[in-house]
């Protein structure tokens, strides 16, 4: 005699290359976009995050910062200036398309000047001047 019978999804997601199979109940998550973050969208993310940490007295100084990423604090500094940007250009990195293949369509070295402009206008119109991000909002 056979009694009631349960139905639960499952699915299977190999750990890395040859790894063995973990298998688990639940439907399988969404594939991930193809591409990737623009990495000057995770240094816009980086520097709102280093702000906050400062901010709330997790960290001392910008010294205490380059020591906990290992870098120097020059580097923190070129990434801490992208939060000098206007908020609506903070917003317009954050959501940069993803980067199927090449080269990212922006990058840091191009934001320094534009960051180190306080007038807002002046940054705006610096940045739709910006040769890289033209050509990436036509794709």
């Given at each position: 005699m056979t009694g009631p019978s349960v139905t639960v999804p499952i699915f299977a997601k190999r750990q890395g290359k040859g790894g063995r199979k973990?298998?688990?109940v639940g439907v399988a998550p969404e594939p991930l976009p193809a591409g990737r973050v623009p990495r000057v969208a995770r240094l816009m993310a980086l520097a709102i995050?280093?702000?906050e940490r400062l901010a709330a007295g997790d960290l001392a100084s910008r010294k205490d910062l380059a020591r906990l990423g290992q870098?120097?604090?020059a580097r923190v500094s070129q990434i801490l200036?992208?939060?000098n940007l206007a908020p609506d250009l903070q917003e317009a990195l954050l959501n940069l398309p993803?980067?199927?293949t090449g080269r990212d369509p922006v990058?840091?070295?191009?934001l320094q000047p534009i960051a180190c402009t306080m007038d807002w206008r002046e940054q705006r119109r610096?940045?739709?001047n910006l040769p890289t991000y033209r050509e990436s909002r036509v794709r």
């Open positions: 973990d298998v688990r995050r280093c702000e870098v120097t604090t200036n992208l939060l993803r980067v199927e990058k840091l070295a191009d610096k940045w739709e």
